[in-house]
């Protein structure tokens, strides 16, 4: 079957850094348009950043500059960089396979920006 995991998350400072990692298995990798989510306490799930099948990214505007999305697809593993952390990058993240629509999800790391 399909999974999804996520790993990398934790406590971190801010103006820190930390790598997520999401290892897949049960589909073709490379054929996906892979994307990281977060969801706040009290807050809708949004796209934090999207790498498609040929790695073009998008983010969106909060994390431009301080991270980066990248695929292996040796690996079956997409990674975020997340620099310079707020306390307001605060979440779950979710790891995200999207093909045609349709696609499936990890359960998700918690990242805890603070001092």
């Known amino acids: 079957q399909v999974q999804l995991v996520e790993s990398g998350g934790g406590l971190v400072q801010p103006g820190g850094s930390l790598r997520l990692s999401c290892a897949a298995s049960g589909i073709t990798f490379s054929m996906y348009t892979m994307g990281w989510y977060r969801q706040a306490p009290g807050k809708q799930r949004e796209l934090v950043a999207s790498?498609?099948?040929?790695?073009?990214?998008d983010y969106t505007d909060p994390v431009k500059g301080r991270f980066t999305i990248s695929r292996d697809n040796a690996k079956n593993t997409v990674y975020l960089q997340m620099n310079s952390l707020k306390p307001e990058d605060t979440a779950v993240y979710y790891c995200?396979?999207?093909?045609?629509?349709?696609?499936?999800w990890g359960k998700g790391t918690l990242v805890t920006v603070s001092s």
């Open positions: 790498i498609s099948r040929i790695s073009s990214t």
């Open positions: 995200n396979a999207m093909l045609n629509g349709g696609g499936y």
